[in-house]
């Protein structure tokens, strides 16, 4: 990874090896202090690399706090830092795909043990969510050359995408989509890289490629694909067509501190703050069950959809925590907030010119050429890995351009899912007004 050398200076100060050498036991917490700026996250980064055996959980107030820890850890140490984010509504379902989608996706790595770092909110941590049980139930993987009694028959399969809570369409162009063609069947689903193009002969799954959702044409051939379930509420009905009654995954529901492995260490930021939006998120269940069941729905109760703030407690001192605490901190590091720049190059120059040596750490490679353009080229280190935050560690300055330029930074995450190009007869719904070039206006009939 580029930002690579931060760990490694991290990891270099002493209070680091002694933090890392006496990490709190189960049950046990300590508060560190001294780490402004996105230097928890370096923090973080270097004690990941040298606990390898431990997962890291991040604890943040807010959606906002958890995106920026994400968007500094994935440039500290890339795919092994995930986000597992709160549920939008209050129900037991989320209605969007890509918050869906990612908690889903990030439940099945945490379980297979592919996270290293895992961020979250506190209220996120309290929602107690049906997924587990549904990835255990529920995931379909399907392998090429296999027959149908490994990876079922395409009437089988069809059944189970259905219970899954697939949508069954003439042409799949989004995420939760599939569609059936004689013995061809394209899937788009939570957990898969690209879309894939199924193809049976009898009971054998003879063909297995990824498909371009905009010309609909096959691609890569693939040897297998694991395909997740889009609901994990509500769907024994549909799923005992295909599945046993004892494996459905039925009313149990489970919080994310259920799922943690029991030496998982939590990181906790600003400690007071996340038992109070834990209460909030509990006052705001009763409300929001209060008004359901007034417009006639069937709401589950809300000890189903959160755990208890009180319970919540409990099993949070249950783990092993690390308070980002500057008040009255056990271990504190050297480190310090860097000087303000206020879009004075005059005083960026002076800066980078002393001691200690920095580095700037800049959003993209148009910034870095502006700032080439506006620095002398024997002054300070330009590098593109974009961080919140700059700090001063005793033998290193790290600026942000941002932070120099005094711009917010854009946290913009790509769609986790494509979507089809519409096109212009895809567009067109039955009833719409169109103008032919040589006949004039009309009605599209379909």
């Given at each position: 990874m580029a930002l690579d050398f931060l760990i490694d200076r991290m990891a270099e100060l002493p209070a680091t090896g002694a933090l890392a050498g006496a990490l709190p036991a189960a049950g046990a917490g300590v508060s560190v202090g001294g780490?402004?700026?996105?230097?928890?996250?370096?923090?973080?980064?270097?004690?990941?690399?040298?606990?390898?055996?431990?997962?890291?959980?991040?604890?943040?107030?807010?959606?906002?706090?958890?995106?920026?820890?994400?968007?500094?850890?994935?440039?500290?140490?890339?795919?092994?830092a995930a986000l597992y984010p709160?549920?939008?509504?209050?129900?037991?379902?989320?209605?969007?795909?890509?918050?869906?989608?990612?908690?889903?996706?990030?439940?099945?790595?945490?379980?297979?043990?592919?996270?290293?770092?895992?961020?979250?909110?506190?209220?996120?941590?309290?929602?107690?969510?049906?997924?587990?049980?549904?990835?255990?139930?529920?995931?379909?993987?399907?392998?090429?050359?296999?027959?149908g009694a490994g990876s079922g028959t395409l009437r089988e399969v069809i059944q189970r995408l259905e219970g899954m809570g697939y949508n069954r369409v003439p042409t799949v162009t989004e995420v939760a989509e599939f569609s059936v063609r004689g013995g061809i069947l394209d899937v788009y689903g939570f957990g898969m890289a690209a879309p894939a193009r199924l193809e049976w002969w009898g009971d054998d799954l003879a063909s297995l490629r990824t498909f371009d959702l905009d010309t609909q044409r096959s691609a890569e051939e693939?040897?297998?694909?694991?395909?997740?379930?889009?609901?994990?509420?509500?769907?024994?009905?549909?799923?005992?067509?295909?599945?046993?009654?004892?494996?459905?995954?039925?009313?149990?529901?489970?919080?994310l501190l259920d799922l943690l492995p029991t030496d998982a260490l939590l990181i906790l930021e600003q400690e007071t703050a996340l038992g109070g939006e834990v209460d909030r998120a509990w006052a705001d269940a009763a409300h929001h069950l209060t008004i359901a069941r007034r417009?006639?729905?069937?709401?589950?109760?809300?000890?189903?959809?959160?755990?208890?703030?009180?319970?919540?407690?409990?099993?949070?001192?249950?783990?092993?925590?690390?308070?980002?605490n500057s008040a009255d901190a056990a271990v504190r590091f050297p480190i310090a907030p860097p000087e303000a720049v206020d879009r004075d190059i005059k005083r960026l120059r002076r800066i980078?010119?002393?001691?200690?040596?920095?580095?700037?750490?800049?959003?993209?490679?148009?910034?870095?050429?502006?700032?080439?353009?506006?620095?002398?080229?024997?002054?300070?280190?330009?590098?593109?890995?974009?961080?919140?935050g700059g700090f001063l560690?005793?033998?290193?300055?790290?600026?942000?351009?941002?932070?120099?330029?005094?711009?917010?930074?854009r946290l913009r995450r790509p769609r986790r899912y494509r979507e089809a190009l519409a096109t212009a007869a895809q567009a067109l719904k039955v009833g719409d007004y169109v103008v032919h070039l040589e006949h004039g206006i009309g009605i599209y009939r379909g």
């Open positions: 780490l402004p700026g996105s230097s928890p996250a370096v923090l973080l980064g270097a004690l990941a690399r040298r606990v390898a055996q431990r997962v890291f959980v991040v604890l943040t107030a807010t959606p906002t706090d958890a995106e920026r820890w994400l968007a500094d850890l994935q440039a500290l140490i890339g795919v092994g709160q549920r939008e509504a209050l129900g037991a379902e989320e209605p969007h795909f890509e918050i869906a989608g990612e908690r889903i996706e990030t439940l099945e790595m945490l379980l297979s043990g592919q996270v290293r770092i895992l961020v979250t909110t506190a209220r996120a941590a309290a929602e107690r969510t049906a997924v587990p049980a549904a990835l255990r139930d529920m995931r379909l993987v399907l392998a090429r050359g296999e027959r693939i040897e297998r694909v694991t395909i997740l379930p889009v609901k994990t509420e509500g769907l024994a009905t549909a799923q005992a067509a295909v599945q046993p009654a004892a494996s459905l995954p039925g009313s149990q529901r489970q919080s417009l006639g729905e069937e709401p589950p109760a809300r000890e189903a959809l959160f755990v208890e703030p009180d319970a919540w407690r409990a099993a949070l001192r249950r783990f092993a925590r690390l308070s980002l980078v010119a002393g001691e200690p040596p920095t580095v700037i750490l800049c959003d993209n490679e148009g910034q870095l050429e502006r700032l080439e353009e506006l620095l002398d080229a024997q002054l300070g280190t330009l590098v593109v890995g974009a961080l919140d560690l005793p033998d290193l300055r790290v600026l942000t351009d941002h932070e120099i330029f005094r711009r917010a930074r």
